[in-house]
């Protein structure tokens, strides 16, 4: 067997057989052992993503790959900077758009293509936003904004959001190069400011050690913080992550300085129980990152700093079989397939990932795999031509230009419908203007809003960034002497009626101004997250609203909504009984305001599919009938506005549009020719807008609006 060394930049990968020696293999060794780690982590991702019952935190496969590419891209610059004095950036910036440039490109185009022949209308434009935010790095942050995004948490996964990590990734490799020119720059100032003794102790090495463990540190706290108060946000973006990449940079600098004790190989045996532990123990309960991180990344620095062993316990003996450096060795491009494979499928055929699917796919992703490798990464990354002209390769990275082409044009020829009705799609008013109003099945491709552009037909809270996780305030209308202030509260299902709201302020002359937290029902109840964590945040938000109510907008009339989806602290499901907590809490709010003269309305929880409605008609035999939901199922008794109002009783009126919604015992996903909801339950603006004269006769009928008539 060949015991030919290769660099880094060569192999990404690690001598053939492990080595035996008393110290640590260098950084430029070729090591299969890693090659192995390498397939330990892509095969728990992918199982993962096939059958995540199975393994509940397969995810953390993406952390090893993490800390591997700190380890091995920060032992190629060291070596570079140890080599030239200097790290060239150019020269590395083009080594990386060889080896990581083709396959992505490859992947996100085929992908793209894939997806307009088999996904729903309705998810190709939230998919050609990922695949160009993939093909320019920039997808986590996306999926990082669409996570703290209420109103876009719940749509589909999209084929290309595993680019996350490789963005992620990009980022670090675009920023990580200059700490070495900080290091440089530590060192000679420490020459000049103390002489050579200076220069003896702070050398540029000793400051890059320095460096890279400061930002273990820093970024990790941020970590725990993060996690700790914006999880969503804190999975996907670089400054909770890049401690992990950064201690496998901390520790191909330090690497040389270790030997290689007796208790090597169990060491090794710790760091795979500690990944293989995670992968099993963790699920997508578990706060993550933050502090669980530590463990599947100090896994994998056992395993890089002792799983070289040669001793016949060692984890390489497993590690060095053929079947794992294959598929180290196709991990890359296995990464970069099996999640478009897997959704694409899943669209396909619909329904979940059988028995017998998920071998299929993982063989097609293997043999999708070995062949990118073969005939697209090896060739680009080994060309003479290309491997020896820093311009050639960085010209490389043009080739992101197809896919960014290819879905701009898509992107930039849909059109966004105007919201106006006419006399074809008269929306509420067939329903509440013909009592014999049958659901009928009309062909889908006539519905308004159009399929295409149903989720963005948003209401004007959300366009206005109004209904975040903030404590913001917004004031709609510019009228000089309102005959009333009203304020609208309470989660996006109040947010949903703010259009609708404002369209009657104008009508009315009042003063609008809307205190909307997505996710928060307005109680004083202290409600659990949506997936059941503990959170006070809520309960934060909704004092201060009220505080603010008080103190500051002293508005005539409140109108409050919101959606019966959370529990409690003291019953975290979200049932009768934990409404009925909820529906208390809001009374107590209710009555706080009353008590200053302040009057307040409900708007009942409006009716929910349980599925989403732009895809369930977008699917290839949605029909209005077919999608159509029992008005049993889509209208649940009990919920927290319903409770609130029989408590307080005309202190809270409830004003209850479900006849607006539900016919016949069903309630339809479009009603006159206008599609209903913009998903599984927010409703779209232009059916919200017509539903303004139901809306406003039946507000102005609970008597809390007197001054207005």
């Given at each position: 067997?060949?015991?030919?060394?290769?660099?880094?930049?060569?192999?990404?990968?690690?001598?053939?057989?492990?080595?035996?020696?008393?110290?640590?293999?260098?950084?430029?060794?070729?090591?299969?052992?890693?090659?192995?780690?390498?397939?330990?982590?892509?095969?728990?991702?992918?199982?993962?993503?096939?059958?995540?019952?199975?393994?509940?935190?397969?995810?953390?496969?993406?952390?090893?790959?993490?800390?591997?590419?700190?380890?091995?891209?920060?032992?190629?610059?060291?070596?570079?900077?140890?080599?030239?004095?200097?790290?060239?950036?150019?020269?590395?910036?083009?080594?990386?758009?060889?080896?990581?440039?083709?396959?992505?490109?490859?992947?996100?185009?085929?992908?793209?293509?894939?997806?307009?022949?088999?996904?729903?209308?309705?998810?190709?434009?939230?998919?050609?936003?990922?695949?160009?935010?993939?093909?320019?790095?920039?997808?986590?942050?996306?999926?990082?904004?669409?996570?703290?995004?209420?109103?876009?948490?719940?749509?589909?996964?999209?084929?290309?959001?595993?680019?996350?990590?490789?963005?992620?990734?990009?980022?670090?490799?675009?920023?990580?190069?200059?700490?070495?020119?900080?290091?440089?720059?530590?060192?000679?100032?420490?020459?000049?400011?103390?002489?050579?003794?200076?220069?003896?102790?702070?050398?540029?090495?000793?400051?890059?050690?320095?460096?890279?463990?400061?930002?273990?540190?820093?970024?990790?706290?941020s970590s725990v913080i993060l996690t700790g108060s914006e999880p969503a946000t804190a999975y996907?973006?670089?400054?909770?992550?890049?401690?992990?990449?950064?201690?496998?940079?901390?520790?191909?600098?330090?690497?040389?300085?270790?030997?290689?004790?007796?208790?090597?190989?169990?060491?090794?045996?710790?760091?795979?129980?500690?990944?293989?532990?995670?992968?099993?123990?963790?699920?997508?309960?578990?706060?993550?990152?933050?502090?669980?991180?530590?463990?599947?990344?100090?896994?994998?620095?056992?395993?890089?700093?002792?799983?070289?062993?040669?001793?016949?316990?060692?984890?390489?003996?497993?590690?060095?079989?053929?079947?794992?450096?294959?598929?180290?060795?196709?991990?890359?491009?296995?990464?970069?397939?099996?999640?478009?494979?897997?959704?694409?499928?899943?669209?396909?055929?619909?329904?979940?990932?059988?028995?017998?699917?998920?071998?299929?796919?993982?063989?097609?992703?293997?043999?999708?795999?070995?062949?990118?490798?073969?005939?697209?990464?090896?060739?680009?990354?080994?060309?003479?031509?290309?491997?020896?002209?820093?311009?050639?390769?960085?010209?490389?990275?043009?080739?992101?230009?197809?896919?960014?082409?290819?879905?701009?044009?898509?992107?930039?020829?849909?059109?966004?419908?105007?919201?106006?009705?006419?006399?074809?799609?008269?929306?509420?008013?067939?329903?509440?203007?013909?009592?014999?109003?049958?659901?009928?099945?009309?062909?889908?491709?006539?519905?308004?809003?159009?399929?295409?552009?149903?989720?963005?037909?948003?209401?004007?809270?959300?366009?206005?960034?109004?209904?975040?996780?903030?404590?913001?305030?917004?004031?709609?209308?510019?009228?000089?002497?309102?005959?009333?202030?009203?304020?609208?509260?309470?989660?996006?299902?109040?947010?949903?009626?703010?259009?609708?709201?404002?369209?009657?302020?104008?009508?009315?002359?009042?003063?609008?101004?809307?205190?909307?937290?997505?996710?928060?029902?307005?109680?004083?109840?202290?409600?659990?997250?949506?997936?059941?964590?503990?959170?006070?945040?809520?309960?934060?938000?909704?004092?201060?609203?009220?505080?603010?109510?008080?103190?500051?907008?002293?508005?005539?009339?409140?109108?409050?909504?919101?959606?019966?989806?959370?529990?409690?602290?003291?019953?975290?499901?979200?049932?009768?009984?934990?409404?009925?907590?909820?529906?208390?809490?809001?009374?107590?709010?209710?009555?706080?305001?009353?008590?200053?003269?302040?009057?307040?309305?409900?708007?009942?929880?409006?009716?929910?599919?349980?599925?989403?409605?732009?895809?369930?008609?977008?699917?290839?035999?949605?029909?209005?009938?077919?999608?159509?939901?029992?008005?049993?199922?889509?209208?649940?008794?009990?919920?927290?506005?319903?409770?609130?109002?029989?408590?307080?009783?005309?202190?809270?009126?409830?004003?209850?549009?479900?006849?607006?919604?539900?016919?016949?015992?069903?309630?339809?996903?479009?009603?006159?020719?206008?599609?209903?909801?913009?998903?599984?339950?927010?409703?779209?603006?232009?059916?919200?807008?017509?539903?303004?004269?139901?809306?406003?006769?039946?507000?102005?009928?609970?008597?809390?609006?007197?001054?207005?008539?």
């Open positions: 067997m060949s015991t030919r060394t290769l660099t880094v930049a060569e192999s990404d990968g690690v001598m053939p057989e492990p080595p035996v020696s008393a110290t640590p293999p260098a950084t430029n060794a070729y090591r299969p052992d890693v090659q192995g780690l390498r397939a330990v982590a892509v095969l728990l991702v992918i199982a993962y993503h096939l059958y995540p019952d199975l393994i509940p935190g397969g995810y953390i496969g993406v952390d090893v790959f993490f800390v591997i590419s700190g380890f091995l891209i920060t032992g190629n610059l060291a070596r570079e900077a140890q080599r030239h004095g200097r790290v060239r950036l150019l020269s590395f910036y083009g080594r990386r758009a060889r080896r990581l440039l083709p396959a992505a490109v490859l992947v996100l185009t085929v992908t793209w293509l894939m997806s307009l022949a088999v996904l729903p209308v309705t998810q190709l434009r939230a998919t050609a936003e990922q695949v160009r935010a993939s093909a320019l790095y920039y997808q986590n942050w996306l999926l990082a904004h669409d996570a703290v995004d209420y109103l876009a948490q719940e749509s589909a996964p999209s084929p290309v959001q595993h680019f996350w990590s490789l963005s992620v990734e990009e980022q670090f490799y675009l920023v990580w190069p200059l700490l070495f020119l900080v290091a440089s720059v530590v060192a000679l100032l420490s020459r000049r400011a103390v002489g050579d003794a200076g220069a003896r102790l702070v050398t540029p090495q000793r400051a890059m050690v320095f460096l890279a463990a400061a930002v273990v540190v820093g970024s990790l706290i996907f973006v670089l400054t909770t992550r890049v401690w992990e990449l950064a201690c496998g940079g901390l520790l191909a600098l330090v690497m040389h300085r270790l030997g290689r004790p007796r208790w090597a190989p169990l060491a090794a045996w710790v760091g795979l129980a500690a990944i293989l532990v995670s992968a099993a123990a963790y699920s997508t309960s578990t706060p993550f990152p933050g502090s669980a991180a530590v463990l599947p990344v100090g896994g994998a620095v056992l395993l890089l700093v002792f799983g070289y062993s040669g001793s016949r316990w060692s984890t390489a003996r497993i590690a060095t079989s053929r079947p794992m450096v294959f598929v180290g060795d196709v991990s890359y491009a296995a990464y970069l397939w099996h999640w478009p494979l897997i959704i694409l499928w899943l669209a396909a055929r619909g329904g979940t990932i059988g028995v017998l699917d998920g071998p299929l796919i993982l063989v097609a992703t293997l043999g999708l795999s070995w062949a990118t490798k073969v005939w697209v990464e090896d060739p680009i990354r080994r060309a003479p031509r290309i491997a020896r002209s820093t311009t050639a390769s960085l010209a490389v990275a043009s080739m992101a230009v197809v896919p960014v082409v290819l879905t701009t044009a898509y992107l930039s020829g849909l059109t966004e419908y105007d919201g106006e009705l006419d006399a074809e799609h008269p929306g509420a008013a067939a329903l509440a203007d013909h009592p014999d109003y049958r659901v009928g099945n009309v062909d889908v491709e006539t519905l308004l809003p159009p399929l295409e552009s149903v989720r963005e037909d948003l209401q004007l809270t959300a366009a206005n960034s109004c209904s975040g996780v903030g404590q913001r305030l917004c004031t709609f209308g510019e009228v000089v002497d309102p005959t009333l202030t009203v304020a609208l509260v309470g989660d996006s299902h109040a947010g949903h009626w703010s259009s609708a709201m404002a369209r009657i302020a104008e009508r009315q002359d009042w003063k609008l101004v809307t205190a909307i937290r997505d996710g928060c029902a307005w109680t004083s109840a202290v409600q659990v997250d949506i997936g059941g964590g503990r959170s006070t945040a809520c309960h934060a938000w909704g004092a201060d609203v009220k505080r603010r109510l008080l103190d500051e907008v002293r508005p005539d009339v409140v109108v409050l909504s919101d959606r019966a989806i959370r529990g409690t602290f003291d019953h975290p499901e979200a049932d009768p009984v934990s409404w009925a907590q909820m529906g208390q809490g809001t009374a107590e709010y209710a009555a706080d305001l009353a008590a200053e003269g302040i009057r307040v309305v409900a708007l009942r929880e409006t009716p929910e599919p349980g599925h989403d409605v732009p895809d369930c008609l977008a699917s290839v035999d949605g029909s209005v009938r077919g999608c159509s939901t029992p008005s049993g199922r889509a209208v649940r008794e009990g919920t927290p506005l319903v409770v609130a109002s029989e408590e307080l009783g005309a202190q809270l009126p409830l004003v209850d549009l479900t006849d607006l919604f539900c016919v016949r015992a069903v309630c339809p996903p479009a009603i006159g020719d206008v599609i209903v909801y913009r998903d599984a339950h927010h409703l779209t603006e232009v059916y919200s807008l017509a539903l303004v004269p139901y809306l406003e006769k039946r507000l102005l009928a609970t008597g809390a609006f007197a001054a207005a008539q």
